[in-house]
């Protein structure tokens, strides 16, 4: 997860995107995610393929911002959105902080 989270703008939920070495885009369906097989490592995102969405729950994929290399559509965000947002990342730094 990124470590300096007070400077990361996560993206709205909805939105679609390409990672660096991929071939078939993404949409973020989620915040935070773990791999059941490694519980220490939060990944950014999760989502599902697009525009196939989620088949089984095991084919969510799991990244990071880093790992995305062109964002083809933003996704809807509003105030409720914006003030999750503050507080997922008020948490994540809280967590950062107390490691």
């Known amino acids: 997860m990124n470590n300096n989270n007070t400077k990361f703008n996560f993206l ?13 885009r993404l949409m973020i369906t989620g915040y935070c ?16 393929l ?19 290399e062109k964002v083809f559509f933003v996704g809807y965000s509003d105030e409720e959105d914006k003030q999750f947002k503050n507080k997922l ?7 950062n902080n107390e490691q």
């Open 12 to 24: 709205p939920l909805g939105t679609i995107v390409l990672l660096k070495g991929g071939s078939k």
């Open 50 to 68: 697009y525009p196939e969405g989620v088949i089984t729950s095991d084919q969510l994929a799991l990244f990071d911002n880093a790992q995305i």
């Open 33 to 48: 995610a773990y791999d059941k097989s490694n519980q220490t490592k939060a990944y950014d995102y999760c989502g599902c």
């Open 89 to 95: 990342i008020q948490s994540i730094t809280q967590v």
